[in-house]
């Protein structure tokens, strides 16, 4: 519950919509943090994870890569809106969402350095949540940071930044887990780009402290009951979940099996180098895209049609890895999904910032919505394993790639249509 009079000691209000542009240099070092996070997310989960599990249970590797990878999102699902909310009532000295940045990433890195040393699948997975925790709490600070500071006016061009970011961060990781020699080397360097890529937003973030006594007290019923946000209250918000838990889950069932892809229906020689190449050359476009389409909705105004389209585009590029499993294919599709999810990350993160239902409570808010981005991570290895794993079976991997990237297909035009839902943004 927003207090009635909410000034803090300098004057500022922490519930108001900012009105006053943030510089450059800030949306440089939000963007450098989010590449070093990312880096420790997507480095595991483009190559490192799948070679960790193929060399502890050659026989079943797609099992464990399900299993790792389904119980880290569950704990992500979970640390994400429980790190916003409480950040949301922080009242440190050094600002809400500076103290768990730092705490997530320190936590995030510790993570990476005991999957280094994990010689066991237990230990294996009990270090992946660790990382999803760490850097999910992390994940709700910053993206906080954008409704506590940004303008309307400029969150779009701030968005394309944000969706650039996880991109460069996927292409770093890659990068890592592909030329450094050993999986634990990999982890090891992750670990320490994670936390040289945080530490200047930590240093110079702008937040704010919250003065204790400003928010009212609250009960631990109280706290967790605040999760619900009723969609008949706030529809918009609901529509907007959807939206992100549907594009989310289409995404990650394209990308998850990506290396196994690579592998076993396309049989390209060197599969590592395949998901270097693929994810350097989706990067460029969603770089381009993101940036280009963020400018472009502040400008216009507008965000639903960016969105409805990019959901398209995704879909093309599905419904092509699933009919033609060859490598120039792979390429080709590689950059429609990077036209596609530029557009997608630059425009739906503004929107959804426009329809937070309460101003005081933006992290847990934004950690609600990140329950769609997790939840699928869950979701996507409990579908795609079993696809695959029978295919492999009854006919051939092929099969059960095509009949995978053909569901993501159904998926992500379903999410271009939910968007049309949202009233309170055009």
């Known amino acids: 519950m927003q207090p009635p009079e909410a000034v803090t000691v300098d004057g500022h209000d922490p519930f108001a919509e900012p009105t006053t542009p943030v510089p450059i240099g800030w949306i440089a070092r939000l963007g450098l943090a989010g590449v070093g996070m990312c880096a420790g997310w997507f480095g595991p989960i483009q190559v490192l994870l799948g070679l960790q599990a193929a060399a502890l249970t050659p026989d079943h590797k797609e099992a464990t890569l399900s299993l790792v990878t389904g119980v880290g999102a569950l704990i992500s699902t979970l640390a994400n809106p429980l790190a916003g909310a409480l950040s949301d009532r922080t009242t440190s000295r050094f600002g809400r969402r500076v103290p768990w940045v730092v705490g997530g990433t320190l936590v995030g890195s510790v993570g990476l350095v005991l999957l280094a040393l994990a010689e066991t699948v237990p230990t294996m997975m009990l270090a992946w949540c660790l990382v999803q925790a760490g850097l999910n709490g992390t994940l709700a600070a910053l993206t906080a940071a954008v409704p506590d500071l940004v303008p309307v006016e400029q969150r779009g061009l701030v968005s394309g930044v944000v969706g650039m970011t996880q991109t460069l961060g996927i292409v770093a990781g890659t990068a890592v887990a592909t030329l450094v020699v050993g999986v634990q080397g990999a982890y090891l360097v992750l670990a320490v780009l994670v936390l040289v890529a945080v530490a200047p937003f930590v240093l110079r973030s702008l937040d704010r402290p919250l003065p204790r006594g400003l928010l009212p007290t609250m009960g631990v019923g109280a706290f967790f009951r605040g999760f619900w946000i009723s969609p008949r209250r706030h529809p918009d918000f609901a529509w907007a979940w959807a939206t992100r838990f549907l594009a989310t889950i289409a995404n990650s069932i394209c990308t998850l099996y990506l290396l196994f892809f690579l592998t076993d229906a396309v049989q390209v020689e060197d599969p590592e180098l395949g998901v ?131 569901l993501a297909a159904v998926i992500g035009i379903g999410a271009a249509l939910l968007i049309r839902n949202i009233k309170s943004v055009d």
């Open 276 to 406: 270097l190449v693929l994810t350097l050359l989706y990067a460029s476009v969603l770089i381009v895209s993101a940036i280009v389409a963020g400018i472009w909705s502040d400008r216009l105004g507008v965000r639903k049609p960016f969105v409805i389209g990019s959901g398209l585009v995704m879909s093309c590029a599905a419904l092509l890895l699933a009919f033609v499993q060859t490598w120039p294919a792979a390429l080709v599709g590689a950059v429609i999904l990077g036209l596609g999810y530029g557009i997608y990350l630059a425009v739906d993160f503004a929107l959804i910032t426009q329809v937070l239902p309460r101003a005081g409570d933006r992290a847990r808010d934004l950690g609600v919505i990140n329950i769609a981005n997790a939840l699928p991570q869950v979701l996507a290895p409990a579908i795609a394993g079993p696809i695959i794993t029978w295919f492999a079976a009854h006919q051939t991997h092929a099969a059960g790639y095509r009949a995978l990237y053909l």
